[in-house]
T-cell receptor
Framework: DSGVTQTPKHLITATGQRVTLRCSPR?????VYWYQQSLDQGLQFLIQ???????AKGNILERFSAQQFPDLHSELNLSSLELGDSALYFC????????????FGPGTRLLVL | GQNIDQPTEMTATEGAIVQINCTYQ??????LFWYQQHAGEAPTFLSY????GLEEKGRFSSFLSRSKGYSYLLLKELQMKDSASYLC??????????FGTGTRLQVFP
């Protein structure tokens, strides 16, 4: 158990819908990262937050957004969902400044029908 | 651009030694990580190299050569539970990780 929690574990929805994925980092970690892993593809970095502020952005679609709240939990919002958005979404957290090792949560498996 | 290459699949026998190679070309370098990922599960941290040389951690060792843009993960005394994907990831700066597509290792009895 990495100490990073994610909810829900599974999500099934329809095209055009909007969903919110939630992540709670390890105790004391200030950085949260979101990754997408599609079938047979590597982990793709989406976005990073550090202590409530956006720190880095990867190949995140405009339909996707995220935020980190004062209690440091983070939410990833996916809207206007398409079939191709079906994937595993992982959250990771690390210590101050993002210099330390990233520890991953169990992931949310999203299926868009 | 950023590019990380590792073999797609490898097979090995229980009790043997296997070496998984990773080559990288990134715009910066601030560390290389190896993660293990069982199908459908979260990646779990195995090792971290930022200086050249070998880091040993039990049955697992990881090597780094920054001048060659090269790393390997060495797994000794293979066990069936080591069947998994092994992900090489580079931190080009202080933030995100760039992951390779992973090497799927199958261990046979």
């Amino acid at each position: 158990d990495s100490g990073v929690t994610q909810t829900p574990k599974h999500l099934i929805t329809a095209t055009g819908q909007r969903v919110t994925l939630r992540c709670s980092p390890r105790s004391g970690d200030l950085s949260v990262y979101w990754y997408q892993q599609s079938l047979d593809q590597g982990l793709q970095f989406l976005i990073q937050y550090y202590n409530g502020e956006e720190r880095a952005k990867g190949n995140i679609l405009e339909r996707f957004s995220a935020q980190q709240f004062p209690d440091l939990h983070s939410e990833l919002n996916l809207s206007s969902l398409e079939l191709g958005d079906s994937a595993l979404y992982f959250c990771a957290s690390s210590g101050a400044g993002g210099v330390e090792t990233q520890y991953f949560g169990p992931g949310t498996r999203l299926l868009v029908l | 651009g950023q590019n990380i290459d590792q073999p797609t699949e490898m097979t090995a026998t229980e009790g043997a030694i296997v070496q998984i190679n990773c080559t990288y070309q990134t715009s910066g370098f601030n560390g290389l990580f190896w993660y293990q990922q069982h199908a459908g599960e979260a990646p779990t941290f195995l090792s971290y190299n930022v200086l050249d040389g070998l880091e040993e951690k039990g049955r697992f060792s990881s090597f780094l050569s920054r001048s060659k843009g090269y790393s390997y993960l060495l797994l000794k005394e293979l066990q069936m539970k080591d069947s998994a994907s092994y992900l090489c990831a580079v931190r080009p700066n202080t933030d995100k990780l760039i992951f390779g597509t992973g090497t799927r290792l199958q261990v046979f009895p």
